[in-house]
Each structure stands twice: as C-alpha cells, then as structure tokens.
C-alpha cells in the first residue's frame, strides 16, 4: 500500500542502512551527482557543488519552517522517494521529489509517487504549484500529471511553471 507520511530521520536512517547505492547517492556531492539527479540539485542549490542531497534533506528536516518540509512517499514499509515543499496557508508550493530508482522503465514509480503526493495536497490545499528547469527529463512526468488534474502549465525564463487550483 502506497502512501505519503511526514519524514523522520529515523526512517531515512534506516533505508540508508538498508539500501547503499541510496546512502551513495544521498552522500555524493552535487559535481559528481549523475544528470538524472543534477537537474534537482541545480534546482536546489545555488552554485553549491561540494552539497550533498542528504545535506538539503539534513536541513530541511532540522528547519523545516524556514526551508523546505519533506515529506516520504512509502510502499509497504519501503520509502520510495522522497518530497521536499513548501507550504503556505492555503497552497503547496515549489515541489521537489527524489525517486530513488529514477531509471525505472516509463517513469512508473515517479509517476505513482507523485500522483500520491498530489492526491493528498489537494485534498488539503487550494493551490499547488512546482515548477522545473525546461531541460530537466521530469518534465515528462509532470506534463502527464499536470493534464490528469486538469491543471496548466507555462513555459518562462527558462522554466516550465505548473500549476493546480481547485
């Protein structure tokens, strides 16, 4: 059963513990990152290279008021990605996701995970709102769940900016 839970650093722990090649991904600093995983470091960091996606997660988890609040989108016990935004009084905000397996045939898992996301922001919000680098390859995704909610999107200063309002 999937499902989207607040993060705990226990959890994140513990799949790290569990699953290397993530712990190796969250720990490698955004130069060496791979280009599937750069597109979203570029998206968070500024000209930051020596960061790590852990770092990011590090801090949002301590100052979640201030940065970003992440929240882990799980299959049974398993977390398979994580979701980092911001949240207004009535509206989601600049939404970043991590899949843990990006490469997965047809984006399936993301495309789940998002969907899952979005699912409950809408359940609680009246606006929900990310956008993405024009060259990021998760556009792909977004397009398609973009139209599912009947939502719309825009293309600016390099961008493409979506939006959801119920």
């Given at each position: 059963m999937e499902r989207i839970v607040r993060a705990k650093w226990s959890d994140l722990e513990y799949?790290?513990?569990?699953?290397?090649?993530?712990?190796?991904?969250?720990?490698?600093?955004?130069?060496d990152l791979p280009k599937n995983y750069?597109?979203?470091?570029?998206?968070?960091?500024?000209?930051?290279?020596?960061?790590?996606?852990?770092?990011?997660?590090?801090?949002?988890?301590?100052?979640?008021?201030?940065?970003?609040?992440?929240?882990?989108?799980?299959?049974?016990?398993?977390?398979?990605?994580i979701a980092a935004c911001h949240i207004g009084y009535d509206e989601v905000y600049d939404i970043k996701m991590l899949s843990f397996n990006p490469l997965q045939s047809s984006c399936v898992v993301r495309i789940r995970d998002f969907n899952i996301l979005l699912d409950d922001f809408i359940k609680k919000y009246k606006k929900i709102s990310w956008s993405a680098m024009k060259e990021n390859p998760a556009n792909r995704v977004y397009q398609e769940v973009i139209e599912n909610y009947g939502g719309n999107m825009k293309e600016q200063d390099g961008c493409i900016h979506y939006c959801i309002n119920k």
């Open positions: 799949a790290m513990e569990q699953d290397k090649e993530l712990s190796t991904l969250l720990n490698t600093p955004v130069k750069r597109f979203l470091a570029d998206e968070l960091f500024n000209d930051v290279e020596n960061e790590t996606l852990y770092h990011f997660i590090a801090m949002s988890l301590t100052f979640s008021i201030i940065i970003y609040k992440i929240y882990y989108i799980k299959s049974d016990s398993k977390i398979t990605s």
